[in-house]
């Protein structure tokens, strides 16, 4: 398995998910790299600090995202929904490789498709809301009937999406060492997760 963390500079979050990774699954292949890297710059300190404070270290330096990176994994981990969005949008025949991290690790399938079923029935309700507006309606009135005619349908989705996990690692840039140790400990909490989820479906 060939696993790719993705941040966004190559030089906190995904050099630390890609240690973290390593010391936990030795069979997995694994690298990182960012959407907006500089080539070989190194890590921060507060990085190799943090590491250092369980065992690890991250001796590369930093990387971009690329199309050879990309085509190489199997499946490409983000650490938030932006930077999965902006891979999807700039390299859309290979987004079927895309999720966050915490996405791929903590929602199951189950969760995901009741959602995008809540989604197709609010579409296919809307179409039909529309078709049966009244003609003179002006743009706010037919944005009001819209919403009390869909107000079930949007209830639905809301507490579908209250269910989900916060599906971003939170980016400790600029910030303090304690920031630092929040970052890799939800990272190590997650991939200890993610580790055990590859176990299960290669078995």
């Known amino acids: 398995m060939n696993v790719l963390f993705i941040c966004t500079g190559n030089t906190c979050r995904s050099p630390m998910a890609e240690a973290i990774m390593k010391s936990k699954d030795e069979e997995a292949s ?14 921060g300190a507060n990085t190799h600090e943090v590491l250092a404070e369980i065992g690890l270290s991250f001796d590369n330096t930093s990387t971009p995202v690329t199309q050879e990176l990309l085509e190489w994994s199997d499946i490409v981990l983000c650490m938030t929904e932006s930077h999965k969005q902006t891979l999807a949008l700039q390299y859309p025949d290979l987004q079927h490789k895309f999720f966050t991290l915490k996405e791929y690790v903590l929602i199951d399938e189950d969760q ?39 107000d079930e349908e949007i209830k639905a989705i809301q507490q579908a999406e209250q269910e989900l996990p916060n599906l971003n690692i939170i980016d400790p840039y600029g910030q303090s060492v304690q920031v630092y140790r929040e970052t890799r400990d939800e990272l190590e909490k ?3 997760g993610l580790v055990d989820k590859l176990k299960y479906e290669k078995e």
């Not at 694994?30 to 890590?43: C, E, H, R, Y």
């Not at 809307?126 to 037919?142: F, H, I, K, Y």
């Open 30 to 43: 694994v690298k990182s790299a960012g959407i907006f890297a500089g080539l070989n710059q190194p890590v």
């Open 112 to 150: 995901w498709r009741h959602l995008t079923d809540l989604y197709a029935q609010f579409e296919e309700k809307r179409a039909w809301v529309l078709s049966q507006a009244d003609e003179n309606l002006n743009e706010v009135e037919l944005e009001q009937f819209l919403l009390k005619e869909l």
């Open 190 to 192: 997650t991939i200890e």
